[in-house]
Every structure is written in structure tokens, then in C-alpha cells.
T-cell receptor
Framework: EAQVTQNPRYLITVTGKKLTVTCSQNMNHEYMSWYRQDPGLGLRQIYYSMNVEVTDKGDVPEGYKVSRKEKRNFPLILESPSPNQTSLYFC???????????FGPGTRLLVL | AQTVTQSQPEMSVQEAETVTLSCTYDTSESNYYLFWYKQPPSRQMILVIRQEAYKQQNATENRFSVNFQKAAKSFSLKISDSQLGDTAMYFCAFMKQSSFGGYQKVTFGTGTKLQVIP
């Protein structure tokens, strides 16, 4: 089944404890992206990647890191999480020359 | 930078009636894509409909259609024959067309929560 998977789906952590949210797609898509969703703010793009080793900042990249070493994986790294990073996170992917994004199920993160 | 505005935080509609959700955007780009996404209580993001800016014809997908007014930078979504399963948050989104294919930055609106009343 073609899909975008995220792990974990739910995570509670404490301030300053490094964490990684994984994102994987099995559709051989070149483009991948991370978003965060907060009440009243909609979805905001954190980082996106156009291909392996090619990444760029979205609108809210502060406090996040990404890497794209393989086409299928695009992990989101929070080196030192803070409570203002409590949010619902979505990963998405898109095939080349197509603009339609396929979204993962979301990861709900709570930083205490 | 692009901005997307959804001025209706919440709306309601009677089952089987028609409802229109509004979206306006601001951009200096001439080539771009516009989308409406649906997010039901499950939180899954589901593409409802998309529109290429270079196409004058409004996109239609079954009961869903858009009114795309490029000069006015308006992109409203009309849902006909509303069903209970249409209850969800609806997001309007803008994507600049990349010269090399695929997508780059994407900007979402803040969403409209639609409630379909039986």
C-alpha cells in the first residue's frame, strides 16, 4: 500500500531532551516536507526537501533540523525541545512534476 | 511572501444544502497552484480539489467545485448537497510553481471548521 508513515504517533517528552520524529514514504517520491499544525494558525511549513541531500527552510524552521540521506526517509530532529514546540506534526511527500502532496497520519508531540 | 486568508473560522450548513467557504491569497507570482484540503476529526489531511492558476476553467470534483478569480486573488470552495461526512476542518493552500517541477514552499490558511447539521 502506498503511504507515508510517521513514528511515533504520540510522544510526551521533557524540555531539552533530544528527539527524532521519523517520516518514511514507499512511493519513490522526490519531494518531502514537514509541517506543524497549531490551533488558529493552520499548518505551517517547517522544512522541505527537493531530493536527497537537498533541503530548504519553510516558514518556521527555528528549533528544528532535518536530513535527507535517503529518498524514502526525511526525519525531523528537535535538538532541544521546548514547550512552544508542542504541536501536531505532519510529514508529506510528492512525486516529481506533480504538486499534489500525500500526507502522513500526524505525530502529536507534547513537551513538558 | 505569500499569505492565505480564510476569514470564516466556523460555518454550519444543513444536510443536503450548499455552502461556500472563502479563501483569499496574496502573491506576486503568476504561476502557482491552489488547493483545498479536508481534515476530519481523524486529523488525516485529505486533498479535496486543486486548481492550476494558468487554467481559467474552475476545477470540479463531484460535489465540490471552486470559484477561482485570479485577478481578485480569490479561491472559494462550494460544497453541494452537503453530507454529514463533510463535517471537518477545511484548509486552503497556496503553492508556488517550481521551474524545475514539484513543489517548494507551501502556505496554508488558518482553516474553516464546517459543521453539517442533520
Amino acid at each position: 500500500e502506498a503511504q507515508v508513515t510517521q513514528n511515533p504517533r504520540y510522544l510526551i517528552t521533557v524540555t531539552g531532551k533530544k528527539l527524532t520524529v521519523t517520516c518514511s514514504q514507499n512511493m519513490n517520491h522526490e519531494y518531502m516536507s514537514w509541517y506543524r499544525q497549531d490551533p488558529g494558525l493552520g499548518l505551517r511549513q517547517i522544512y522541505y526537501s527537493m531530493n536527497v541531500e537537498v533541503t530548504d527552510k519553510g516558514d518556521v524552521p527555528e528549533g528544528y533540523k532535518v536530513s535527507r540521506k535517503e529518498k524514502r526517509n526525511f526525519p525531523l530532529i528537535l535538538e532541544s525541545p521546548s514547550p512552544n514546540q508542542t504541536s501536531l506534526y505532519f510529514c508529506a511527500s510528492s512525486p516529481p512534476y506533480q504538486e499534489t502532496q500525500y500526507f502522513g497520519p500526524g505525530t502529536r508531540l507534547l513537551v513538558l | 511572501a505569500q499569505t492565505v486568508t480564510q476569514s470564516q473560522p466556523e460555518m454550519s450548513v444543513q444536510e443536503a444544502e450548499t455552502v461556500t467557504l472563502s479563501c483569499t491569497y496574496d502573491t506576486s507570482e503568476s504561476n502557482y497552484y491552489l488547493f483545498w484540503y479536508k481534515q476530519p476529526p481523524s486529523r488525516q489531511m485529505i486533498l479535496v480539489i486543486r486548481q492550476e492558476a494558468y487554467k481559467q476553467q474552475n476545477a470540479t470534483e463531484n460535489r465540490f467545485s471552486v470559484n477561482f478569480q485570479k485577478a481578485a486573488k480569490s479561491f472559494s470552495l462550494k460544497i453541494s448537497d452537503s453530507q454529514l461526512g463533510d463535517t471537518a476542518m477545511y484548509f486552503c493552500a497556496f503553492m508556488k510553481q517550481s521551474s524545475f517541477g514539484g513543489y517548494q514552499k507551501v502556505t496554508f490558511g488558518t482553516g474553516t471548521k464546517l459543521q453539517v447539521i442533520p
